[in-house]
Structures are given as C-alpha cells and as structure tokens.
C-alpha cells in the first residue's frame, strides 16, 4: 500500500481555527441581535477590526463569502442578508455544544436518582438477583464471592441467593415546556440576561430532537401575557416593554403539557423572579411595577400549588440574587415541591442541562 504525505501548511490550520472561532462569535452576535445577520455582521467586524483579527489576507466580506458558500446566510432578492434554514440549525447546533461542553466541566451534571431496576443502560452498582431479571445483568466477581463467604471454597455451589445483578436506568419519556421570561428587567441595568435564555431554549430544543425524539419541548414567552412560539423563531425573540405575568406562563404551560402522552411532565422556567402583572377575568391585565404586589405574588403562588395538584413540578431558573426575589422564589418552589436553581449567567445551561437529563431519567424496581 502507498501513502502520500503533504506538506503541513501551518498558516491552513490557523486560518480554519479563526475562522471557527469566527463562526461561533457570529451565532452568539446573532442571538443578541435576535437573528439580525447584517447588525451582527457589523458588530463582528468591530470586534475584528478592534483586536485585529481582519487584515488584507482575510477580511470580513471574506467571513460573508465563506457563510454564503456554506448556506447559512442568504442574500434576499431586496438586497438584504439573513439567516438561512441550515443557519437556524447551525445556531442550535453551536448552542447545544457550548452549553454541552461546559456541563462536562460542571460537576453538577452528574445526577443520580435512589431507585433502580430494569432498563437500557447499565450502571456499576449492583443488587441481589431477582426472578425475571435477564442473565446477561449477572455480575460474576461478587456472585461467586458471594458463594465462597456462604459454603467456603471447598464446597463452592453457586445458588440463586448469591447471584447479584448490575443496576439498570430506565429512560422514560418526558414532556417539558420551556417558560422564557422576557420582561423588559431581562435588560435592565445593561445586563444581558435574555441571550443566555435564548441559547438554552435553542440547545434544549435541539438536544431532545436529536437524542429524544420520543419527548416533546415547548417554548412559551411570558411578558404582560404568554404565548408559544415556533423553534424556528427562537433566534429571532427579544426583550420588550413588558412587565412579568408569571400566572399566564404557567397556565399555558398547563395546557400544554395536558395534551401530551408522555409518562412525565415538567416545567422549566427561566426569570428574574418578580411577577408585575396578572391578568383578569375579563382579559384586561393588572399591572405593578413597584415592589411585590400580594395580590399578583398569592395569584402565582396559587398556580404553583395547582401546577403540583397536577403532578407537574416546576423547576425555577434564578438569574438574580435580589434578596426579596429569592424569597419569594423560595416560597413559590415550596408550594410547589419543585426546585430552584441561583444561577450565573454562564453557568445558566448547564443547570438546565442536568436537571432535563436527571427528570426524564428514572430507575424503577
């Protein structure tokens, strides 16, 4: 057999490493731009021109040309530029290996549940055998060990009383629906809180596609109401004038989730936890700004405790410390039975991430 060796070219594989880390700033300026091609592409440039990444070898119209041949933006008969279908995936794509990568770093990522049984995946832990459980489960080492501590090794016999057999988890199928709160505080202060949402939302949407198909995702916005939005928008959502009907969102989620088939239901809900607005019986919307209305906050809490009648448990992502907003989150997660978790805004995925793994995973006797 023959073999052929190329030069190395070394400036090649540098330019292949810019040009990734290029593309994975550009899909984040896009989600900040909510999906503006043409302003995310003039913040590139400023950034490239500002550390001197772009130069005559390699300029910005040089990116464009190499986003066009690889389909992801387009060129409208108008003259203006946008996301493509394969661009959208792309984003979903870069989200899910980010917010991925991390939660390999992340301690916090490793859940573990207290029952087990019958399932698809083995795990190192061990139980005594059981009538029906499959002989390819047994586990020899402590089976035989077993067998030596009760007759010794000079009467060794091998009985059902010291097989031993590996755990199992069984992965059941899980419906969940995704509450984006995006009030105007999701802004505030110049804190960019609504970007990280997004890119959970996408790399959420993106893992259960992909390695769940039998679950289900739903992405729901909650401002001064709620409503669903298409996977394909979500590049596109932003921020608005609005204050936070947390009831709304939790009252969709409810229908939602009645509709579905699968075994579990749950809600994610990612906030900056104070609920400003309600809405009436007769459709109009209450609305207060100024500190925790007990009118709204007893509303929320009541669809809290409605949500657990219903056996759908609410797990509350925190992206603030507000000591009065803790409280109150507290309370609402009590009434609940749910959890919450106080996050940082770049730890935000793979809090998300760990706690969707550990929910749709049960171990069962």
């Known amino acids: 057999m023959d073999f052929r060796y190329s030069k190395f070219d070394p400036t090649k594989l540098q330019r292949e490493k810019l040009i990734k880390a290029l593309e994975e700033l550009f899909n984040y300026l896009l989600l900040q731009t909510n999906g503006d091609v043409e302003e995310a592409l003039d913040r590139l440039e400023q950034l490239g021109n500002h550390h001197g990444i772009f130069n005559e070898k ?3 119209d040089d990116f464009k040309k190499h986003l066009e041949k690889k389909k992801t ?20 794509r870069s989200s899910l290996e980010q917010i991925f990568s991390s939660l390999k770093k992340d301690a916090a ?10 399932g698809n995946e083995r ?16 586990e020899p080492t402590r089976s035989l060990a077993n067998a030596i501590k009760r007759a010794g090794i000079d009467d060794l016999s091998l009985e059902e009383q010291d097989l031993e057999v590996y755990e199992t988890e069984h992965f059941s199928s899980c419906a969940t629906v995704l509450l984006v709160d995006i009030s105007h505080s999701m802004i505030l202060y110049g804190e960019d809180r609504i970007t990280p949402a997004k890119q959970v939302a996408l790399a959420l949407t993106e893992l259960i596609q992909t390695r769940f198909p039998k679950d289900s995702v739903h992405v729901c916005l909650f401002g001064d109401d709620a409503w669903e939005v298409p996977k ?10 609005y204050h936070t009907n947390t009831r709304a969102g939790l009252r ?6 009645r509709k579905q088939k699968q075994a579990n239901r749950q809600i994610f809900m990612i906030t900056d936890g104070k609920p400003s607005a309600l809405t009436e019986d007769d459709g109009t919307i209450y609305k207060n700004p100024f500190g925790l209305d007990r009118r709204i906050v007893n509303k929320t809490l009541d669809e809290a405790a409605y949500c657990r009648r219903l056996g759908i448990p609410v797990t509350t992502f925190m992206i603030t410390d507000d000591p009065v907003l803790v409280q109150f989150v507290e309370r609402f997660t009590e009434i609940n039975n749910g959890k919450a978790y106080y996050s940082q805004l770049d730890r935000l995925g793979s809090f998300i991430f760990a706690d969707y793994l550990k929910n749709r995973r049960r171990r069962m006797r």
């Open 58 to 60: 390699f300029s910005i």
């Open 73 to 92: 933006i387009e060129t409208t008969h108008g003259g203006q530029m946008r996301l493509t279908g394969r661009g959208e995936q792309v984003i979903r």
């Open 109 to 118: 990522g490793d859940h573990r549940v207290s029952a087990a049984g019958q």
């Open 123 to 138: 795990l190192s832990e061990t139980r005594p055998f059981e009538f029906g459980d499959p002989v390819s489960n047994l």
């Open 232 to 241: 394909a928008e979500l590049p596109y959502i932003g921020v608005g004038p």
């Open 252 to 257: 969709l989620a409810q229908e939602i989730l």
